[in-house]
């Protein structure tokens, strides 16, 4: 087991760009915090080296009382996140100040969370030309959205199950 934190307390700027290769495997966990410090807008970037798949734990997580920060989670063109794990993502205090933009094809076999109950909600989303299948469980927590773009696709497949405490998805 282990974990691969996002995250860098001592930086001397709001930014950073995190590369990922390989797997995360059962019982591992990429834990991704986004901050600005509070000296301006923050921006987290990780860039998956190509497709992968996630087995463990995958947690986008808020940190501070400043809502100006964002995330940019980017595969190649074309390439594929395949979650049998569990993908969660929270928002800043200020939902719509910031955002966290997944780029790429997602394939989720597991469970895929956009907000968590007790943190703040999320604004998660996919950008455009890509492709979400569900074949596992979606949650839209109260309060958090999930926003696929125009020019992508949505399909919750007959094993797929989508749980939005919303009014829409």
Do not use: M, W
């Amino acid at each position: 087991s282990g974990a691969f934190i996002a995250y860098d307390a001592n930086a001397s700027v709001d930014s950073f760009t995190v590369s990922l290769a390989g797997k995360i495997a059962s019982g591992q966990s990429l834990d991704i915090k986004t901050e600005d410090f509070g000296r301006g807008v923050g921006h987290t970037t990780i860039n998956a080296a190509g497709s992968f798949t996630n087995t463990g734990t995958i947690t986008v997580e808020h940190i501070g009382g400043s809502a100006n920060s964002n995330l940019a989670f980017n595969l190649p063109s074309g390439d594929t996140l395949t979650n049998t794990g569990t993908f969660t993502d929270t928002g800043s205090p200020n939902q719509f100040t910031n955002s966290e933009v997944f780029t790429g094809n997602l394939t989720n076999q597991g469970t895929l969370n956009a907000g968590k109950t007790g943190q703040n909600p999320a604004n998660l989303v996919f950008a455009a030309d890509d492709t979400l299948v569900n074949e596992g469980f979606v949650t839209v927590a109260s309060g958090s959205v999930l926003d696929v773009a125009a020019q992508s696709t949505f399909e919750n497949e007959t094993a797929g199950s989508v749980t939005n405490a919303n009014t829409s998805l």
